[in-house]
Every structure is written in C-alpha cells, then in structure tokens.
C-alpha cells in the first residue's frame, strides 16, 4: 500500500473561468522534492501577485497569449485536489499564466479539484505556526504528518 503525503500548494488568482483548467501543481525544473500520484494537495491562495494586487498577466493556451488583470486573492485554503502524475514541462494544452518566468516551470498533473475555504491564521495554527507566520514557505510544502490530522479536523474532513 502507498502511502499518501499531504502538501500544500500556493496558487496565485485566477479569474473564476479557469479555475478547472489550472488546478495542478507548478514548479521550477530545480525542485527535487515534488507531490507524487495520489498525493492529496491543499491550495492556497495568495491575495496578490508579486506584492501587486489585480495584476496584469497573459493567458497562454494553444499558442494564444490573452492579456488579462488578475483579481485579488483570498489568502487561504481555497481547495483540495490529488496528484495524477509526474511533473512534465507545460504543453500548449495547458492554461497558465505567465508572470514573467513561464519558461521555468513544470506542471504536475491533478485532478479532483474540490473548493474549500479555510482563512489563513486557522491554516497556520492547524499546520502548528503561529497565525501570523508568513506563508511563503507553502509554495510546495509537505505537511508534517503529525500536522496532517489536525488540518483535517478543521476543515471537517477527519474520518
């Protein structure tokens, strides 16, 4: 039996219409310790983009780049979703967003993306920080498994 690790990833805004679209796991070619199949992925949210809010951005899908203005994010947990596969470069297929540095990342493939919303100060004291730790070491951080049943438990998801 496989054991499942649990992570939480940070996810900058998206416009509501590609929320389905975009809900994968994204890292830089350097990453050594990535989320495998059937993983389960916790996203947070960033409120803003580079320290700016309601940036501007491109779309980029099927060889299209659409500028677009990202609107403010909600800061916490806003989903749950389960690693698919590998990470693998990003193909035309995909929706993504470039923010300056697309060339540099790495999609990992997830599905069953499930909306949830938990404020981020109850996030921080579930995982054991303080709730006004800064949330940059969550761009992929694997939960410690002592701090897994507490998350769980918060958001109503303990079995």
Same mark, same amino acid.
């Given at each position: ?14 416009p509501?219409?590609?929320s ?6 994204? /890292?830089?070619?350097?990453r ?8 389960v ?19 980029c ?12 994010g ?12 590998k990470?693998r470069p ?5 929706? /993504? ?9 790495f ?21 054991g ?7 940059r ?11 897994v049943?507490?998350?769980l ?7």
């Amino acid at each position: 039996m496989q054991l499942v690790n649990y992570w939480i990833t940070t996810h900058w805004p998206l416009p509501k219409s590609d929320s389905d679209f975009s809900r994968h796991v994204y /890292v830089k070619a350097r990453r050594v310790t990535v989320a495998k199949a059937g993983d389960v992925v916790f996203v947070r949210e960033s409120i803003s983009v580079k320290s700016q809010l309601s940036p501007t951005v491109y779309r980029c899908h099927l060889g299209r780049r659409t500028e677009m203005t990202l609107p403010p994010g909600y800061g916490g947990l806003i989903g749950t979703m389960t690693v698919a596969g590998k990470h693998r470069p990003i193909a035309p297929t995909d929706v /993504v967003y470039d923010y300056g540095d697309l060339p540099e990342w790495f999609i990992i493939e997830c599905r069953d993306f499930e909306p949830l919303r938990l404020p981020l100060p109850d996030l921080m004291t579930a995982i054991g920080k303080s709730r006004k730790s800064n949330p940059r070491f969550l761009d992929l951080w694997r939960i410690p498994d002592e701090h897994v049943r507490p998350l769980l438990v918060k958001l109503g998801r303990d079995r």
